[in-house]
Structures are given as structure tokens and as C-alpha cells.
């Protein structure tokens, strides 16, 4: 077969790794100072620094950026990296099993950061 | 002065080498290609290398000296470390010694459409710019085609068949910047692809070695916000 290229992919996840790097790079100075101004890193401080449901969303979206950056991270260097004659396959299965596991992480930090009350 | 060349000659049938050349030769003011040429005019016309204009304009002589991909003609000896390590550019096929099949580059080059596409008909003179359009392409159309950029781009070593690579995506540009082009929405699409433009992770190794000062992660950052604007 003749090589084929051009297939109008690619932007999105371009962009995708920049807006979650601008989230992750505006949201981690933000929640050092929070975490600073709730006084001593004992469990009572970092408990209520989780009680609010802003805090509990703006660290949920945190996740998701970072498991998002990851994400096309590793597609990037499984294109640069993965390419003998069966790789195809080897590469959707990696996209897969990584968006399986960083799926359910996510669902995790759902589960952990809403049974903070 | 000392130096160490790659020796290649597939008729041979011997594998790649390094020879070690010795060469009485004051370097001062002189070029690498200097001492290239004295090499194969005193101690081996074996050795094969190509070059033409001799001054930095042609493209037809580079070279990779102690790790760096450059043009010979414009390289400075004075400054180089010894034994100076001279290869031909690195990924591409070599033809013998430092002689590249640059075919692979070529066809990357013309899958850009590297030429003006307008379908208005021909005008009596010439279709004119103003000063601002025409400095759009200034620090584009200087490229000489050398190669030392996409040479040096571990991801034009890692897909060489499929990433267009710096000087082809450089040229790309040169055309979408260029007023009197009517093909942008054309060329676009033919770039946006998770290969032939995105696989440009914006290490700048293009902009660090570029013989004429050029920068083409600059012209692919700019092809990517032309897509994002098209896209939103």
C-alpha cells in the first residue's frame, strides 16, 4: 500500500497539551498558596483545605489536565517510537490500555476527593 | 592539524570507516572545506565530498564536524577541537564518504508545493506586494536547502519517510505567508496531519545549527496558530 498521511488529526490533541499544561501551570502556584495559608500540614488543615466543593472541582480538573497531558504524552513517543511492521496494533493497544488506566484514575481521584466532607 | 573522516565506498564492499588524516596546514582564516580540498588534492583523491559555490550559498556542502551539522564552506577551523571529526549528515543514506542521497529530503521538499499557486490569470507585469506583505517571507525564502536542520531532528530520524521535517515545513510556510498565494485552505490540510507537522516537538536543534541564522520552529509555530485560528 501506498503510504497515506494528511488525516486532520492532530490539532486537537496539539491544543489539548497546551490548554491542560496553561490549567496545571496556573492551578499549582493557586493551590500552594492555599495549602500554605491553611496553617500547619496537619489532617485537620489538610482535611478542611478539601472540604470546599470549589476546591474538590478545581483539583478534580487539576487530574484530569495532568491525566490528559499524560496521555498524549505517551502517544507522542509511541508515534515517534513504535513503528516496525506490527505496530499499528501495538500502538491501539497501548492508546487503550493507558486510556483504561488513566480513566479509572480519574474515577479514583472522584472517589477520593467527594468522600472528604 | 588532525582529523578523523568517515570513509564510505559501497563498490568496495568494505564497511564504513574512520581514516585519520595528518595535514601540514595553517588554519588561519581558512574554512573547513579549505582543508577538505587540500586533503583530497595532497593526500587522498579518494575522498569525496560535494561542494560548489564554496561560500555559503549553494547548499551542496553539508557536513557534520565534531557533532554539528554545518555548511564546510563557512565553518571556521580556527575554534575546532582536534582531531576534527568530520560525517556526512546524519540519517540520511550515505553514497560514499560524505556524500548524502538527500532524495528522501527532495521529496519532502516537493510534497510542499514549494512554488506560488494563484489561479487569477497572468497579470501584464507583475502581482504586486506592499512592503509589509513582502517582509512577511523575509527569514523564509533565504533557505538554501542545505539540510543540516532536518538532519539534525530526532524526529526526522525517528518517521524520516513521513515527518516533512524543518526545511520542507519552513518552506511550507513561506508559501502560506506569501500574499499572492491562493492555496493556503490547501496547504493546511495537507500539513494537518499527527506526522508530516506534528511530530515537531519544538526542540529548536533546526534553529541551532541553521547556516543562514533561519528559524523554522518559529514557521511551524506559526503554521500551528494559522491552524488553530482555522479550526476555532
Known sequence: ?117 | MRFRIYRYDPESGAAPRVQEYELDFDAKGKKVLDALIAIKDTLDETLSFRRSCREGVCGSDGVNVNGNNVLACVTPLEGLKQPIEIRPLPRLGVIRDLIVDMAQFYQHYRAVKPYLINLDPEPENERPQSPQQRAELDGLWECILCGCCTTSCPSFWWNPDKFLGPAALLQGYRFIADTRDQATDERLDFLEDPYRLFRCHGIMNCVEVCPKGLNPTAAIGKIKSLLVKRAL
Not at chain 1, 502556584?29 to 496553617?39: E, T, W
Not at chain 1, 513504535?82 to 479509572?104: D, E, I, M, Q, S
Request: with cysteine.
Open chain 1, 1 to 117: 500500500m501506498r503510504r497515506v498521511g494528511g488525516s486532520h488529526r492532530g490539532l486537537d490533541m496539539w491544543l489539548m497539551q497546551r490548554a491542560s499544561a496553561v490549567y496545571m501551570a496556573l492551578f499549582l502556584p493557586f493551590f500552594l498558596v492555599c495549602a500554605l495559608a491553611a496553617g500547619p500540614l496537619d489532617y485537620a488543615a489538610w482535611h478542611g483545605l478539601f472540604a470546599s466543593p470549589a476546591m474538590k472541582v478545581a483539583t478534580f480538573l487539576f487530574v484530569a489536565a495532568m491525566l490528559a497531558h499524560a496521555w498524549i504524552g505517551l502517544r507522542e513517543i509511541f508515534i515517534d517510537y513504535l513503528h516496525c511492521a506490527r505496530c499499528t496494533l501495538l500502538r491501539l493497544a497501548l492508546y487503550f490500555a493507558f486510556a483504561v488506566l488513566y480513566l479509572g484514575c480519574l474515577v479514583w481521584t472522584v472517589d477520593i476527593l467527594w468522600n472528604v466532607r
